[in-house]
């Protein structure tokens, strides 16, 4: 049993700054690929950023790069999504997801998902 569990969601104002954690709840002896990805209202789920559990590569949405840092953690099993200069767009329920595979910007190849925390951005 597999379970991923974000934090960190909130309101903050455009301009602002806000991170997200996520931690694999119970262990496992496979090292994941972490990833973000988020669902504003009315759109499909969308792709922002991603990391080996080596840190060996990174990937972003070209939508967030320069603003957004995909970081392993200091706890085993722990991926942080350091999120600034935040605008209306980026409000969404973002997703943590976990593969074993490399990291990758497609939703298909991740085995495991969080269940969502809300971003707003809102003045």
């Known amino acids: 049993q597999v379970k991923l569990v974000e934090s960190g969601g909130g309101m903050v104002q455009p301009g602002g700054s806000l991170s997200l954690s996520c931690r694999i709840s119970?262990?496992?002896?496979?090292?994941?690929?972490m990833a973000w990805f988020r669902r504003a209202p009315g759109m499909e789920r969308e792709f922002v950023a991603a990391?080996?559990?080596?840190?060996?590569?990174?990937l972003y949405a070209d939508s967030v790069k320069g603003r957004f840092g995909i970081f392993r953690g200091d706890a085993k099993n722990t991926v942080d999504l350091q999120m600034y200069i935040l605008t209306p767009e980026d409000t969404a329920v973002y997703y943590c997801?976990?593969?074993?595979?490399?990291?990758?910007?497609?939703?298909?190849?991740?085995?495991?998902w969080g269940q969502g925390t809300q971003v707003t951005v809102s003045s």
């Open positions: 997801a976990a593969t074993a595979a490399d990291p990758s910007s497609d939703d298909g190849k991740y085995d495991y």
């Open positions: 119970e262990g496992t002896v496979i090292s994941y690929s």
């Open positions: 990391v080996g559990w080596s840190g060996g590569r990174t």
